[in-house]
């Protein structure tokens, strides 16, 4: 069984930096792409950024230049280093894997930006 777990959620004030991390466990042979997507309180999940297995990575406009997202292969975590941070990037912060035969959700995890 393959579980996603998402860390580093919390209380930042505008302008902080925060790091997530996503941990992929269990019985998978292949991880692809890893992606973060984000679902704030009454709009659609969206996507922030992905990564793909030999580490080309593409962001959303809306993060560009302030979010960075990496990968370490040999521990099936990807992370998501966000800086600048802004009040409207609140919201609950997912994890997203691409396996061989199926697509993993994490629970996610909260950010709020506040002062």
């Known amino acids: 069984q393959v579980q996603v777990g998402e860390y580093g959620g919390g209380l930042v004030q505008p302008g902080g930096s925060l790091r997530l991390s996503c941990v992929v466990s269990?019985?998978?042979?292949?991880?692809?792409?890893m992606s973060w997507y984000r679902q704030a309180l009454g709009k659609q999940r969206e996507l922030v950024a992905t990564?793909?297995?030999?580490?080309?990575?593409n962001y959303a406009d809306f993060v560009k230049g302030r979010f960075s997202i990496s990968r370490d292969n040999a521990k099936n975590t990807v992370y998501l280093q966000m800086n600048s941070l802004k009040p409207e990037d609140t919201a609950a912060y997912y994890c997203?894997?691409?396996?061989?035969?199926?697509?993993?959700w994490g629970q996610g995890t909260q950010v709020t930006v506040s002062s």
């Open positions: 997203n894997v691409e396996g061989s035969s199926r697509i993993y």
């Open positions: 269990g019985s998978i042979s292949s991880i692809y792409a």
């Open positions: 990564i793909t297995s030999s580490g080309t990575s």
